[in-house]
């Protein structure tokens, strides 16, 4: 996969940023949770830590990398002090999004049960194990490289 290079040129000029705004602020108060669409805008942040951000977080058409890359289109066409405001609220309300999205990644480790060690008798098959012959001759899996260098296969 090759990786296009950034230039600036190809960031879009939004010529009725009044508009852009508005559907953008209206996309962004749908991708949040249920309990922050129904206080218009600014959206409410009396969360009290009950949400899992996470999924916020994800990625996908309503994920945080479209978040950015759209408000860098809004950005790179404000033109006036009042534009300026719009934008710097809702960039605003993003970093606090953010920060709720961190804590919940964060809080991920402490709320996922303790991990059981695993032998290495139970990582390797049985010989003769089935699940390495496909019908038909097809590809078969091949063995981790770490295993084979660990002497476990």
């Known amino acids: 996969m090759k990786s296009r ?3 600036a040129k190809d960031i879009p000029f939004i010529s009725d940023l ?3 705004a508005r559907e953008w602020t209206e996309w962004w108060t749908l991708c949040q ?3 922050r669409q129904n206080g218009g805008w600014p959206l409410p942040r009396d969360d009290q830590n009950a949400t ?3 999924k916020v977080g994800g990625r996908g058409r309503n994920g945080l990398f479209l978040v950015v890359m759209s408000t860098t289109w809004w950005a790179s ?4 002090a009042k534009d300026w405001v719009e934008f710097d609220e809702a960039v605003e309300d993003i970093q606090w999004v953010i920060d709720q999205v961190v804590t919940s990644v ?3 480790p402490s709320a996922m049960p303790p991990m059981r060690s695993v032998t290495p008798q139970e990582l ?6 089935t699940w390495m012959v496909r019908e038909g001759g097809k590809r078969q899996s091949k063995p981790s490289r770490r295993l084979l260098e660990a002497g476990m296969i």
């Open 5 to 7: 290079s950034y230039n």
């Open 18 to 20: 009044g508009l852009y």
């Open 33 to 35: 949770p249920l309990w």
């Open 52 to 54: 899992n951000w996470c």
């Open 77 to 80: 066409s404000v033109q006036s």
């Open 106 to 108: 964060e809080a991920l």
């Open 124 to 129: 390797v098959p049985a010989q003769g194990a």
